[in-house]
Nanobody
Framework: QVQLVESGGGLVQAGGSLRLSCEASGRAFSTYAMGWFRQAPGKEREFVAGIKWSGSSTSYAGSVKRRFTISRDNAKNTVYLQMNSLLPEDTAVYYC????????????????????WGQGTQVTVSS
């Protein structure tokens, strides 16, 4: 059983920054890709960013590219999402997720390919 615990959400003004963290436990964290997804009220949960198990490759949604940065520290079993230049449309619940496939050779952007999820952390950006 894998447990993912997110932290770092909050209320910030447009143009500000936040850093989300997700600590994992329960399996070999360093051999699985990790992703961040978000869900705004009335919308589907969408891919935000992902990072390969080794940290050597990342992927971003177009709407966050060049503003958000995903990283991981395998020694701490933690993945991060640094969010800069935040916009009101970034307001959502952000979820950390773990890939279902060990050692995947690429970063998946497909929600169904992640089988463990955190409880979510609220990010609210005021205009």
């Amino acid at each position: 059983q894998v447990q993912l615990v997110e932290s770092g959400g909050g209320l910030v003004q447009a143009g500000g920054s936040l850093r989300l963290s997700c600590e994992a436990s329960g399996r070999a964290f360093s051999t699985y890709a990790m992703g961040w997804f978000r869900q705004a009220p009335g919308k589907e949960r969408e891919f935000v960013a992902g990072i390969k198990w080794s940290g050597s490759s990342t992927s971003y949604a177009g709407s966050v590219k060049r503003r958000f940065t995903i990283s991981r520290d395998n020694a701490k079993n933690t993945v991060y999402l640094q969010m800069n230049s935040l916009l009101p449309e970034d307001t959502a619940v952000y979820y950390c997720a773990a890939d279902r496939l060990q050692g995947r050779s690429y970063v998946s952007t497909i929600r169904d390919e992640y089988n463990y999820w955190g409880q979510g952390t609220q990010v609210t950006v005021s205009s």
